[in-house]
């Protein structure tokens, strides 16, 4: 059987996995697509010769008798209206991060999720899939390093468009870190204070930039993560893991090394959509095939969609205080379990 699936918003994400469900993975085809800007939507089904319907929006593509599965690609606040539409239709949904740009609305999709009595929703927390990030908890889990005491990060773009505010090193960058750490260490965290460093000449008035997260687990874990959204360099992310007994640190992505005029170098990423290619073609695969195999998806959840929001607003929160500000996790539900 093939998954039938039906893209919402067809923007640089909504593509890049069109077109990696169309050309490199299996048993999954796009059957419809919309977009708010319907040229866009009508352009990626002639580049990629799709066999799709053009919908005009959200709820006519959910609605189509021969969509099985809805991803959702659009932007962040257009999310939770169309999780909640695919939920109440009983269909699958892969939605990009974040789940909602609230975690009320999170929330209201846990709900409904729980009250239609089957997981239907994964969420596009990429960075689980990872070859990188798998090997560092597989390091920790088996003890390698002793016990976690700290953590050091970095989230680094070469840079952001103006329409990115001082919040969204938060909800649009700092949520792959919030989501990906706690699963690594197995904990959850209990507090967050942020600092802003010397400000870079090349963000906009408007934009803290850089910014540091000093975040607390509760068994103590220390985490820094820091957010630099105008660094120039390049796509950078860091992770370094110390424990009692020595410390893991997440490898480079693959490159040649070249001598050349007296230097020894290797490339550095530019593109989000390069660094993690594999583990978003791991991710989307893994949503087909455990929907096909076991009648639900396998990957993280609406309930790790809600505590990343819950996080983040206290994230937010703190960087509007300058205070210490706890993170309040409620307990898991068992239908999560
Ligand atoms: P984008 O702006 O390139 O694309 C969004 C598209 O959605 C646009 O074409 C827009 O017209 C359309 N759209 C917006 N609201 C819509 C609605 N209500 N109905 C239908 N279409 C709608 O944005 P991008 O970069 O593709 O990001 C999309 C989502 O993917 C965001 O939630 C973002 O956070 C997430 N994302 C995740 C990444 C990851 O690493 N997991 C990387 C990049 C983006
Ligand atoms: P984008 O702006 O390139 O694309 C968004 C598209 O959605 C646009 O084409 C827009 O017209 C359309 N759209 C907006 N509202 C819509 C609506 N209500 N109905 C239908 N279409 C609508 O953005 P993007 O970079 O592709 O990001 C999209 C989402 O993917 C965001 O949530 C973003 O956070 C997430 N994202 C995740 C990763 C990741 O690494 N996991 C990377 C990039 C983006
Ligand atoms: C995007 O929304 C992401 O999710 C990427 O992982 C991030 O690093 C990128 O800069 C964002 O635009």
């Not at 699963?183 to 400000?199: C, F, G, H, I």
Request: charged content about 25%; some cysteine.
């Amino acid at each position: 059987m093939t998954l039938k699936m039906g893209v919402i918003g067809t923007g640089a994400i909504g593509r890049e996995h069109i077109k990696r469900i169309t050309k490199k993975l299996s048993g999954g085809t796009i059957v419809a697509v919309t977009d708010v800007n319907q040229d866009a939507a009508k352009k990626v089904v002639e580049e990629f010769s799709l066999d799709a319907i053009v919908y005009p929006d959200d709820k006519a593509l959910i609605a189509a008798e021969n969509v099985d599965a809805v991803l959702v690609t659009s932007w962040g606040p257009a999310h939770e209206q169309s999780v909640l539409a695919a939920i109440e239709a009983g269909k699958y949904v892969f939605c990009e991060k974040p789940l909602a740009t609230t975690a009320a609305g999170c929330m209201r999709i846990v709900e409904a999720e729980m009250k239609y009595g089957k997981k239907l929703v994964q969420v596009g927390f990429m960075r689980r899939y990872d070859s990188g990030y798998k090997q560092l908890k597989e390091a920790i889990d088996s003890h390698l390093i002793g016990e976690p005491l700290m953590i050091h990060c970095a989230h680094r773009n070469p840079e952001v468009g103006d329409k990115y505010t001082t919040d969204m090193a938060v909800t649009d960058t700092l949520i792959h870190e919030i989501d990906v750490l706690h699963w690594l260490v197995n904990d959850d965290y209990k507090s967050v204070q942020v600092v802003y460093p010397k400000k870079t000449k090349h963000a906009l008035a408007h934009l803290q930039d850089p910014q540091v997260f000093m975040i607390e687990t509760n068994s103590g874990i220390s985490i820094t993560a820091e957010v630099f959204v105008n660094c120039k360099y390049g796509y950078d992310i860091q992770c370094e893991v110390i424990g009692e007994e020595g410390i893991v640190k997440l490898p480079e992505p693959l490159s040649i090394v070249t001598r050349k005029e007296a230097k020894l170098g290797v490339n550095i990423l530019m593109d989000w959509k390069d660094r993690f290619i594999d583990a978003y073609d791991v991710e989307l695969q893994d949503f087909i095939d455990s929907i096909k195999e076991t009648g639900k998806p396998n990957g993280p959840t609406s309930w790790d969609g809600y505590i990343a929001a819950v996080t983040a607003d206290a994230c937010v929160k703190a960087q509007q205080t300058g205070e210490k500000e706890r993170i309040s996790i409620p307990e898991k539900p068992e239908f999560y379990e």
